[in-house]
């Protein structure tokens, strides 16, 4: 559900624009300079501008479901390095040539944001134009330039041989482009507000522009400038606009707890009846009186951003906050009642080393035993990727965004994944990771995910509640069949207590469980995630267990698919070694479910379409069917 905060006045339509963020629908309306955009093309009587994001089918706008290719202009408003792959699929998705030098006539191809400023190279073979600056000041004029043209060389001829600041044709060479930045300019806000966005049903308002601190890594000092506080009076009156559409407003800035204002700004909202949510703050600036404000607003979650907890980098960046500060604040934050702290590290600095990516590991520790000892309960820290620019003509720094990027950080720790028979050996020190991972990271993007589409997801660990008791797992050697093998802090399942899993599931919420475990000392281990599946579905008597993999089932040793399998036929290919490797825990765990008494086990390639549904509801299926006869 959307409500829109104004009405635009059209006459004659002269363009029609498409507006693409490159991100999935809920990301673009909690962007307010994407927002922002619309409103300003919106705002231009005889343009057109409608709504597209990205997603896994056929782009088409919100308002009329138009495919892309039936607009005149299609403008793409980027912030991070990685929108590029996006905008390249969009094209290809709604059958546009996606080279410039291939393409003839409309859509004219536009792309803007502050991404532009370091992009040009990349953008530039697929753009027609490029725009470095605030849309206040260059759409207006660009789009006054083309209001009656009606073809791509005319528009060409317009910018032959005259420049304007802040406009691009996508020619020559250029590292950097100038950022023009308007000033005394109206103060940016959300002009819808949607229930689907990730800041729901939140309108957001920017406090300030630019930065007081000059990072090295960031570009909102270098692309705006000076610092500039926007007035009070003019916040109030922005916010007073969302009366009666909703009780929430967002303060956007770098660093809030700059503005000379900003605990009276807050006041003054909540007086008129405004819940406010918060971007970020500065840990040095986070009083006692402004985390009141975080708490009183609602407001669980505490969001900063150390970038780096080794002091080579810190010194280099330009943010040399000590870790003892931010530890300080910290535990006041946890005793005041804050029950989640998100941090941002950036991974991939210029000359960094295994020690300033041990430094972060050792932080995050600390963090998070300063957390469970203050506020009593386990606190969850994301470890979220911060795409940063350039540092000083430096490359982009690596990004830390995927799974296997994560791995690859265990990887430099010198703690490299070693598997014996299909179970990951874990350490003490990789343990701490894994739980990061597993008990932070994925187990929450899953709920969030189920919850985003209607569900009631409930996320768990096999320690909440005590319901997955382990033991020290021991390999036999294939070498030395009497020998035993330790694997360190890899747990087998001794027992499963479900009451945890049955009195939610009685409520119809969905648990999410991330297969950690422990012993009656309290040791916690990492358990195979299929073995707890296997467990949990026997102790359930569950109908169906299904497995999601990145292989289509098991396969015969011609390489073919095994649709259907009884337990005697499995016993057999353990026997010839037809399964192996990361298979043999599989479909061990798979067998003793269908021994324990469900019904069916289903291994399926998790990467086809909808394979659940085709495996449940088709007779040919996706994956292999196990049974135990």
Known sequence: MEKFLYKYRKEKILWNIALVYPEKYSTGMSSLGYLWVYHILQSISWVNCERAFYSDGDIKTIETGRRLNEFDAIFFSISFENDIVNIVSILKKSGIEIFKRNRKGLPLICVGGIATTFLFNYLKYFSDFIFSGDAEIILPKFMELIKNKTNKEEINAIFEDVKYEGIYKSEGTNNYLPYYSAKDIEIPHSTIISKEAEFENTALISVSKGCLYQCKFCFVSRVY????????????????????????????????????????????????????????????????????????????????????????????????????????????????????????????????????????????????????????????ITFDPHPRKVIDG???????????????MIEKLGMK??????????????????????????????????????????????????????????????????????????????????????????????????????????????????????????????EKVIFMTNTPGVLDKSGRLITGLTARQIDDLFADGTISGGMLPKIASALEAARSGVNSVHIIDGRVDHCLLLEILTDAGVGTMIRSH
Not at 394 to 408: A, G, Q, R
Not at 514 to 533: F, H, K
């Open 417 to 542: 994944p070693k598997f014996i028979q299909g179970h990951r050996v874990t350490d003490k020190e990789t343990l701490d990771v894994v739980e990061m991972v597993l008990g932070g990271l994925v187990n929450q993007d899953i709920v969030t995910l189920i919850n985003k589409h209607g569900g009631k997801a409930v996320g768990l660990t096999g320690k909440d509640g005590n319901f997955i008791h382990a033991k020290k797992m021991l390999v036999p050697s294939k070498e030395k069949a009497e020998e035993l093998l330790d694997i360190g802090q890899v747990g087998e399942i001794t027992s499963i207590d479900p009451e945890i899993i049955q009195h939610l599931d009685a409520r119809d919420f969905i648990p999410v469980v991330a297969p950690l475990g422990t012993d009656a000392e309290g040791n916690a281990y990492n358990i195979n995630a299929d073995v707890a599946a296997g467990k949990i579905a026997g102790v359930l008597q569950a």
């Open 225 to 380: 400038g000076e610092y500039e506080p926007f007035d009070f009076n003019e916040i109030i009156k922005t916010a007073q606009k969302f009366n009666g559409l909703t009780d929430r407003i967002g303060l956007i800035a770098a660093t809030l707890s700059n503005h000379p204002d900003f605990e009276k700004i807050v006041d003054e909202l909540n007086k008129i009846g405004f819940k406010v949510s918060f971007s970020a703050f500065r840990v040095e600036g986070l009083t006692e009186s402004f985390l009141n404000k975080i708490i009183e607003n609602e407001n669980k979650t505490l969001v900063i951003a150390p970038e780096t907890a080794s002091l080579k980098l810190k010194k280099f960046i330009g943010k040399n906050i000590p870790d003892e500060l931010i530890f300080d604040k910290l535990k006041i934050a946890c005793e005041f009642g804050i029950k989640r702290i998100k941090l941002y590290f950036i991974i991939g600095f210029p000359n960094e080393e295994e020690e300033d990516i041990e430094a972060i590991i050792d932080f995050i520790r600390k963090t998070r035993e300063i957390a469970r000892i203050n506020s009593g309960r386990s606190v969850i």
């Open 394 to 408: 430096v490359n982009s720094p690596k990004m830390l965004m995927t799974l296997d990027e994560k791995i690859e």
